[in-house]
């Protein structure tokens, strides 16, 4: 039993009711219908009318009627074709290459969608390493994890539209969505199935280039979040992997340079010296060891830096200083050390400061967003001077 519709959009109603809650409907203008497409009050006209039957099997009619019984099973209604209908949705059952077809042929570079993802990353760091560039890479990768995902879609519409079979339990509980065999007005109850399917097939395709931009931008958002989360952890452990090399590199460089334990000269092995020899050894003057060569700093406040200038899109500049860059900071210490994206700023229990975090927090958020312990490094105001410069 169903129970009876609204006529306007077609969702479940109370009997009684006076307004369809869906769509607000007036039912006591035009009252609902059955899910043949029959008008009820009609049907209630009819069935009053009728002298064959007494008032108590009027009322249970009536009453069965409104529950969701089929009125022409009821006697008191007839279908509007008086032929036979078809023997089930198998004939109206697209083949496998017509469902979807515009999903099946679509390439991944729809403008809406792309305009999508950067309004769901507006103020991001997402949206930044987007509009660098870190992603462009990607893309071939992108493309094939999306053709699985629209694989997966594919296979749940062609269950849902009845082309195959469920495969798995699971895919029992998808709605089948198939066009109906017929409908009927309802206010006479006359065929209109040519026009409901002119109106199924533009829905249909309206549909399907909607779910295509919207798989490919749920799908292509979900990419870059997960690879830019990656993209920062394998950061990390290269990060690591560098402080790491220079550790070992440093400790070894200490221990060639340690002087050489002196070994015990036996008593056998011991000569002795005469007069004239300790005599000779005592009045030679001992050679001066060269003296150190400094390092050429370039000056009291350090070696001059070159200039560069960034010409490419607003958003990169940050990713390009960091790459191409970082060799214009000042350094006033003269110590000829490189500075590099990696490079620790502060230390903290809650994490560290690096380069690259100053960098890309200063392009986005400006100075306000770069935390207190950044800003007890001397080096971030060269820095951020730097990156201004260019």
Known sequence: MGGVYCPTCEAGVEVTAKFCLSCGHDLTQQGPITATGHDLNQLKDVIRLREDLSMAEKFDMIARVEDGADPIKLGIAA????????????????????????????????????????????????????????????????????????????????????????????????????????????KCGSDIHANTMLQWKKWSDASTELLTIQLEAAMRSSLMHLAATYRDKIQDLEDQLSDAKKAAADAKEAAAKAPPAKEEEKPAEKKKTSGKAAAATKSAPAKSKPAPAKPKSGGLFGAKKPKKTYEGEPGGKAEWFLEEALDTVYDPHGTGKPIKAAMILARSSDGNVR????????????????????????????????????
């Open 79 to 186: 279908a509007a074709d008086e032929g036979e209908l078809p023997e089930g949705p198998a004939a109206n059952t697209p083949a496998a290459t017509e469902v979807a077809p515009g999903l099946q042929a679509a390439e991944w570079n729809h403008a809406a969608a792309d305009a999508a993802i950067e309004l769901a990353s507006e103020g991001s760091k997402l949206l930044d390493l987007k509009n660098a560039g870190a992603f462009g890479k990607l893309d071939d990768r992108f493309n094939e994890a999306m053709d699985l995902g629209r694989q997966a879609t594919l296979e749940v519409l062609k269950v849902s539209q009845g082309v195959v079979l469920p495969a798995s339990d699971a895919l029992q509980s998808v709605p089948i969505m198939q066009p109906p065999n017929k409908s009927f007005c309802p």
């Open 355 to 390: 380069v690259r975090d100053v960098i890309r927090t200063y392009a986005v958020e400006g100075e306000d967003g770069i935390s207190e312990l950044a800003w007890t490094s001397p080096l971030t105001k060269y820095l951020i001077e730097a990156y201004d410069a260019c």
